[in-house]
């Protein structure tokens, strides 16, 4: 093929692992001598005869929650222009239910692939260093317990939340209820902080906080007990773990015809629809996933360290209606 495309092998090499080292117009040339020639890449043939890959896996916690996809977009192109092949799948799947799918990190292994990005919260990092073995893992997003163990970036949830609690308080809400807690150490992390905001500003005795996780269901659900008043007042806002879970108390909301301000937390672009318009947290998922994959390209090429490396990214509050109800 090299001969025949008048080029190196060590080039159509490069071509065959996408590297932008290689100019346009060569690489069309040995693209078309593929094509007449009818060859086809086969990934995992040439990650077992080489025993490496220039593959990567990028793994998402959540299928159902779109903040992990705007992280997916911006750490696909960084990790693509390098040169790698990206491998996209879920963590679980329907068999294994809140755990992590072993199946599926054994394909990754037996491909060999260069490194892992894991986006998301995930019940245990060990699985996934035991997959890639002495290869690259980070965890874009996860909690805070992870910090210890792996490579990570993330957002500064205990931030982003007393920011929440702050602009409620400053518009005059006392019943401020969080839903949330569930799901894991970074719903605990945010309602350790809303506590935590709540008495800094004088209103510990209204702290409560009802159990649900990042769903939209898990929202509806404590949302429909909080506007019951759950053997109180019913608060005026609702700090909810994330924007999914705000959707879902929105709902509970409309269908009683309480009026109560919601906030939500990850800055979906749902949110922003008009007849939404929920007030919320961004996390600059964009920078979380530009660094995460930067992280694992490091990690890959062997300038990540000898010691696990904490990337925090600031979190900006974005105002829109649905807090400025409910008084």
Same mark, same amino acid.
């Given at each position: 093929?090299a001969?025949r ?11 065959l692992r996408?590297?932008?080292r290689v100019s346009e ?9 593929m ?7 086969n990934?995992a043939?040439r990650s077992?005869?080489?025993r490496?890959?220039?593959t990567v896996?990028?793994?998402?916690s959540?299928?159902?929650?779109p903040w992990?996809?705007d992280?997916?977009?911006?750490a696909?192109?960084v990790?693509?222009?390098a &040169? ?6 879920a963590?679980?799947?329907? @068999?294994a239910g $809140?755990?992590?799918? *072993? #199946?599926?990190?054994?394909a990754?292994r037996?491909l ?5 990005l894991?986006?998301?919260s ?5 699985p996934f ?7 690259a893992?980070v965890?874009?997003? &996860? ?7 792996a490579d990570?970036v @993330?957002g500064? $949830?205990?931030?982003? *939340? #007393?920011m929440v609690?702050?602009h ?16 894991g150490s970074?719903?605990?992390e945010?309602?350790?902080?809303y506590?935590e905001a709540?008495e ?5 005795r209204?702290a409560?906080?009802l159990?649900?996780d ?10 429909c007990r ?5 053997g109180?007042?019913?608060?005026t ?6 924007d ?5 108390a929105?709902t509970a909301a409309?269908?009683?015809g309480a009026?109560?301000a ?9 949110g922003?629809?008009?007849?939404l318009?929920?007030?919320?947290v961004?996390?600059?998922s964009?920078?979380?996933?530009l660094?995460g994959?930067?992280s694992?390209l490091n990690?890959?090429?062997g300038?990540?360290?000898?010691s696990?490396?904490?990337?925090p990214?600031?979190p900006r509050?974005v ?7 409910g008084?």
């Amino acid at each position: 093929m090299a001969q025949r495309a008048g080029v190196s092998k060590s080039l159509v090499s490069l071509v065959l692992r996408n590297s932008p080292r290689v100019s346009e117009e060569r690489r069309l040339r040995v693209l078309e001598v593929m094509k007449d020639m009818g060859y086809e890449l086969n990934i995992a043939a040439r990650s077992l005869a080489t025993r490496a890959s220039g593959t990567v896996g990028v793994l998402v916690s959540d299928l159902h929650n779109p903040w992990a996809f705007d992280v997916v977009d911006a750490a696909r192109p960084v990790l693509e222009e390098a &040169g790698h092949t990206v491998l996209f799948s879920a963590v679980t799947s329907s @068999r294994a239910g $809140d755990g992590v799918d *072993t #199946s599926l990190l054994q394909a990754y292994r037996d491909l060999r692939v260069a490194g892992l990005l894991v986006i998301g919260s995930v019940p245990d990092t060990a699985p996934f260093r035991e997959a890639i073995g002495a290869g690259a893992v980070v965890f874009a997003g &996860g909690g805070p317990d992870y910090i210890d163990t792996a490579d990570i970036v @993330r957002g500064d $949830d205990a931030a982003g *939340t #007393s920011m929440v609690v702050e602009h409620l308080v400053g518009l005059g809400h006392e019943r401020i209820v969080h839903l949330g807690g569930s799901g894991g150490s970074v719903a605990r992390e945010r309602s350790d902080a809303y506590t935590e905001a709540m008495e800094r500003h004088g209103l510990g005795r209204y702290a409560k906080v009802l159990p649900a996780d990042f769903s939209q269901e898990s929202g509806y659900a404590a949302a429909c007990r909080a506007l019951a008043g759950d053997g109180g007042r019913p608060p005026t806002a609702l700090a909810c773990v994330n924007d999914l879970a705000a959707l879902g108390a929105m709902t509970a909301a409309d269908e009683r015809g309480a009026t109560v301000a919601i906030t939500g937390y990850d800055n979906i672009s749902l949110g922003a629809m008009p007849r939404l318009s929920l007030t919320t947290v961004d996390p600059d998922s964009a920078t979380i996933g530009l660094l995460g994959a930067t992280s694992l390209l490091n990690r890959i090429s062997g300038d990540g360290g000898d010691s696990f490396i904490h990337r925090p990214v600031t979190p900006r509050l974005v105002v829109r209606n649905s807090s400025r109800i409910g008084l």
